[in-house]
């Protein structure tokens, strides 16, 4: 069974779209703050999105192989994120970063205390022992391949 381009290119657009309302609801609803490297994850999702969106109106290889790129750069974060994880290798020094130009020292303390911790060491939510970085590496992965049947389907 083949699948059509603009098929294709909705398929990963979507599965884009449903990483990003996943991430959304386990930050809002499950109350679940992203760490630094979490939101890394999300950038690539977006151009994906966006990709899909004009894909579907304009031919041609570039775009569908520009969303795989997305695609493969979100999974590559999310294996480097599980990595973290997992102890394998020292993720950023800094996980969380605002501008504090312009604070008074109690204001500052007041803020720090305020803020959530949210370490790109530690994972907050696993499933078959797979965090959710290790699961958008996954999804991304796959992903990627349906951005590729896309470039390589012409109709």
Not at 70 to 89: D, F, M, N, Q, S
Request: hydrophobic share 55%; with cysteine; net charge positive.
């Amino acid at each position: 069974m083949t699948f059509s381009r603009p098929n294709l290119i909705l398929l990963a657009g979507l599965g884009s779209g449903a990483m990003m309302l996943g991430a959304l609801g386990f930050q809002h609803i499950g109350e679940m703050p992203p760490c630094k490297l979490c939101i890394w994850q999300r950038y690539p999702h977006v151009v994906a999105i966006l990709l899909a969106m004009i894909g579907l109106m304009v031919p041609g290889r570039l775009l569908p192989l520009l969303g795989a790129l997305a695609a493969l750069t979100t999974a590559a974060i999310g294996v480097y994120h599980t990595g973290v994880e997992r102890k394998l290798w020292a993720g950023p020094s800094s996980c969380t970063s605002s501008d504090i130009s312009g604070l008074s020292a109690q204001d500052l303390l007041n803020q720090i205390m305020a803020a959530p911790i949210v370490r790109c060491d530690e994972a907050p939510w696993e499933l078959f022992t797979l965090s959710m970085a290790s699961w958008n590496a996954i999804a991304s992965i796959a992903l990627t391949l349906i951005w590729l049947a896309a470039a390589k389907n012409r109709v």
